[in-house]
């Protein structure tokens, strides 16, 4: 059973650019959530999707958009990078049962703006 | 405002050690989750454990031991006989809404480096 997989692993993109970042959850979760992490800082809440919605966002801004698609991934895009926003990206995948049990996260995509 | 407060940023002990990793949490709700996870130099974040606020009881899991107290608002961690596998950035976490796969507030993470 594949955990969370997520592509790509690394990525280079010069500042301007935009960038499109890729998630496939555990088998049988249906959430998908976002997190960028900086180095040496713990991860950040950048959203949350189910059933194809954004359900919760944290205080990023609107360069920062997502999408989930009928098979429950989800893919990440960043327009207009900026320097600041190198980091570790993180997805994490839940399951249905609503009761909160442990969001399973993959290996993260990290992101070099030069 | 900064949710969950972990004060110490590197441990480095010895192995076959004792340590404990703080962990201090703000939440204005009566339900929430507090969670550990471990991050290994090849950035997955790892799940330990995860306690409801209604549940106070200490948990140990071989040599990891979790004390949760709500009257400090603490989730402390202690490895005991620490390895060097145990090696890693721990991060503590808050969860306040109350439907499964929610935001997880992290803390800043403690590195611990456990040396032979």
Do not use: M
Not at chain 1, 27 to 53: C, K, M, N, R
Not at chain 1, 87 to 109: K, M, V
Not at chain 2, 46 to 51: D, G, K, Q, S, T
Not at chain 2, 52 to 65: A, C, K, L, M
Request: glycine share 6%; hydrophobic share 30%.
């Amino acid at each position: 059973d594949a955990g969370v997989t997520q592509s790509p692993t690394h990525l280079i993109k010069t500042r301007g650019q935009q960038v499109t970042l890729r998630c496939s959850p555990k088998s049988g979760h249906d959430t998908v959530s976002w997190y960028q992490q900086a180095l040496g800082q713990g991860p950040q809440f950048i959203f949350q999707y189910y059933e194809e919605e954004e359900r919760q966002r944290g205080n990023f801004p609107d360069r920062f958009s997502g999408h989930q698609f009928p098979n429950y991934s989800s893919e990440l895009n960043v327009n207009a990078l900026l320097l600041g926003d190198s980091a570790l990206y993180l997805c994490a995948s839940s399951p249905p049962d609503r009761q909160n049990t442990e969001a399973f996260f993959g290996q993260g995509t990290r992101l070099t703006v030069v | 405002a900064q949710k969950v407060t972990q004060a110490q940023t590197e441990i480095s002990v010895v192995e076959k050690e004792d340590v404990t990793l703080d962990c201090v949490y703000e939440t204005r709700d009566t339900t929430y989750y507090l969670f550990w996870y471990k991050q290994p130099p090849s950035g997955e974040l790892v799940f330990l454990i995860r306690r409801n606020s209604f549940d106070e009881q200490n948990e140990i899991s071989g040599r990891y031991s979790w004390n949760f107290q709500k009257s400090t608002s603490s989730f402390n961690f202690t490895i005991t006989a620490s390895q060097v596998v145990d090696s890693a950035v721990y991060f503590c976490a808050l969860s306040e809404a109350p439907n499964s796969g929610y935001a997880l507030n992290f803390g800043k993470g403690t590195s611990l480096l456990v040396t032979p």
